[in-house]
T-cell receptor, first 113, second 114 residues
Framework: DAGVIQSPRHEVTEMGQEVTLRCKPI?????LFWYRQTMMRGLELLIY????????DSGMPEDRFSAKMPNASFSTLKIQPSEPRDSAVYFC???????????FGQGTRLTVV | QQQVKQSPQSLIVQKGGISIINCAYE??????FPWYQQFPGKGPALLIA?????SEKKEGRFTISFNKSAKQFSLHIMDSQPGDSATYFC?????????????FGTGTRLQVFP
């Protein structure tokens, strides 16, 4: 397996634009996590899914953020409208079972100017 | 109660030395304690993990020490090498939803000099 695949690797966008980040989890993994990493706040969990169903979205900063998982092999994280303070590295991770190893993608570095 | 506190923020060690990173938690329901290693430009990757039924786990040069009564766990890197230079994150989670998610510490940047 190629591991967790995220796209794009880098995204530069202007404030106010819509941004969509994409993730393909490892085949067979039932859990999918979206994390945001910044120097100030470290690794924050935004939302996670179990069997395509959102379980906990309490980490989503505000209504501008939304995440979907239409099927077991694809998830998106959307920011609309984007703001400069959303600039961060966004990671997607997946795991086979809860409370076990989570495999991270390479991340998407988002810069909002 | 959901927090995991990690220290130090950064660590400089000479090659061959021992690197020690500490984490503390409050929630006694946590039952999975992994350490992740992250190189620049990469995602975190699992290094070693422990569950509370043992007090120590060793894999090669990496050891987790776990103190359940003190609610602390630590990562020891023996014979530290320049290739170990990375950011290390401790984490904790519970087995029941919606808390079966990893809560990460703030990270420790380790630099090993030759």
């Amino acid at each position: 397996d190629a591991g967790v695949i995220q796209s794009p690797r880098h995204e530069v966008t202007e404030m106010g634009q819509e941004v969509t980040l994409r993730c393909k989890p490892i085949s067979g993994h039932d859990y999918l996590f979206w994390y945001r990493q910044t120097m100030m706040r470290g690794l924050e969990l935004l939302i996670y899914f179990n069997n395509n169903v959102p379980i906990d979205d309490s980490g989503m900063p505000e209504d501008r953020f939304s995440a979907k998982m239409p099927n077991a092999s694809f998830s998106t994280l959307k920011i609309q409208p984007s703001e400069p303070r959303d600039s961060a590295v966004y990671f997607c991770a997946s795991s086979l079972l809860p409370n076990t190893e989570a495999f991270f993608g390479q991340g998407t570095r988002l810069t909002v100017v | 109660q959901q927090q995991v506190k990690q220290s130090p923020q950064s660590l400089i060690v000479q090659k061959g030395g021992i690197s020690i990173i500490n984490c503390a938690y409050e929630n006694t329901a946590f039952d999975y304690f992994p350490w992740y290693q992250q190189f620049p430009g990469k995602g975190p990757a699992l290094l070693i993990a422990i569950r509370p039924d043992v007090s120590e786990k060793k894999e090669g040069r990496f050891t987790i020490s776990f103190n359940k009564s003190a609610k602390q766990f630590s990562l020891h890197i023996m014979d530290s090498q320049p290739g170990d230079s990375a950011t290390y994150f401790c984490a904790a989670s519970m087995g029941t939803p919606p808390t079966d998610k990893l809560i990460f510490g703030t990270g420790t940047r380790l630099q090993v000099f030759p």
